[in-house]
Nanobody, 122 residues
């Protein structure tokens, strides 16, 4: 069992940056691949980025490649999403997720956070 809590969302102008954090509880953080998803109003939740258990491999949605960077700190039991060159279309609620592998967390995570709002103004 793992509990996920996101933070770092807010309002930013287009072209700006934000850094999201996902803090986890328990001793099992290193057992999970971690990911980020987002959901904009009227849209389905979509995959954004993911990272393997050891942080060695990452995966990104095409829409964020080159602008977003996912990372994790297994000592602090935390995952991060550095978002640069933000666009209005990045506006969404961003969710932290955990799964037993990169493939699982990308497609069907077993655990979710409550979400944090990111709003990018034009």
């Amino acid at each position: 069992q793992v509990q996920l809590v996101e933070s770092g969302g807010g309002l930013v102008q287009a072209g700006g940056s934000l850094r999201l954090s996902c803090a986890t509880s328990g001793r099992s953080f290193i057992s999970y691949a971690m990911g980020w998803f987002r959901q904009a109003p009227g849209n389905e939740r979509e995959f954004v980025a993911a990272v393997t258990l050891d942080g060695g491999v990452t995966r990104y949605a095409d829409s964020v490649k080159g602008r977003f960077t996912v990372s994790r700190d297994n000592v602090k039991n935390s995952m991060y999403l550095q978002m640069d060159s933000l666009k209005p279309e990045d506006t969404a609620v961003y969710y932290c997720a955990a799964g037993l592998s990169l493939a699982v967390v990308t497609a069907k995570p077993g655990y979710w956070g409550q979400g944090t709002q990111v709003t990018v103004s034009s």
